[in-house]
């Protein structure tokens, strides 16, 4: 898992509240992938994206959730008013280009909500 | 609906003998077959992949068998080890849109004994 950045590895916010989680890709990969991970559960897919581009967001709930990946710094999965639900583990993948697969991925942000 | 069906849900083996995890899909566009491993608190790391122009791949002790028809493939871990106790994701991917996103399996808790 070495190269993608996640962070911060732990972090717990009161229902209502906003969470930021930011990923660092791989050096020279400008492909980022959003999982969330519940436990006894596979990684869900939430949002495919390239630089200052969102490619795919198929899974992305529809409210309180965005995500970004500005030309410059990490990317951002935003959750706006977090409810209980909300509390899962969070992973970031990278990929070299736009066929490549999702291959690394970074160790994680677990949310909790409280 | 779930697209890839993944079992067992746990495995239990002795050191020195197969681990034998089943994948089943549905989505017969689906033409690339990773496998992931984790382990506690990390992120999933690619083991191996397959795709469906061959029935069978090897890595070391891992083994991919694929069968098309039965829309079917499973990961062997031969001589099995107590470090390979963790937990591994079978997924499925096909080039929609011009890139692979995988969709993963519920995972499986493999225990090897010493």
């Known amino acids: 898992n070495a190269g993608v950045m996640q962070n911060p590895r732990h972090l717990v916010r009161r229902r209502g509240q906003e969470a930021r989680l930011r990923c660092s890709p791989m050096k020279g990969h400008s492909h980022v992938y959003w999982y969330r991970q519940l436990p006894e559960e596979g990684l869900k897919f939430m949002v495919y994206?390239?630089?200052?581009?969102?490619?795919?967001e198929s899974g992305m709930p529809k409210e309180r959730f965005s995500a970004e990946f500005p030309k410059e710094g990490p990317s951002i999965l935003r959750i706006q008013q977090v409810v209980r639900g909300d509390s899962a583990a969070y992973f970031c993948a990278s990929s070299q280009d736009r066929v490549g697969q999702p291959q690394h991925f970074g160790d994680g942000t677990r949310l909790s909500i409280l | 609906q779930q697209q890839v069906k993944q079992s067992p849900q746990s495995l239990i083996v002795q050191k020195g003998g197969i681990s034998i995890i089943n994948c089943a899909y549905e989505?017969?566009?689906?033409?690339?077959f990773p496998w992931y491993q984790q382990f506690p608190g990390k992120g999933p790391a690619l083991l191996i992949a397959i795709r469906p122009d061959v029935s069978e791949k090897k890595e070391g002790r891992f083994t991919i068998s694929f069968n098309k028809s039965a829309k079917q493939f499973s990961l062997h871990i031969m001589d099995s080890q107590p470090g390979d106790s963790a937990t591994y994701f079978c997924?499925?991917?096909?080039?929609?849109?011009?890139?692979?996103?995988?969709?993963f399996g519920r995972g499986t808790s493999l225990i090897v004994h010493p």
């Open positions: 989505n017969t566009a689906f033409d690339y």
């Open positions: 997924a499925a991917s096909s080039r929609s849109g011009g890139s692979y996103i995988p969709t």
């Open positions: 994206l390239q630089k200052e581009n969102i490619i795919d």
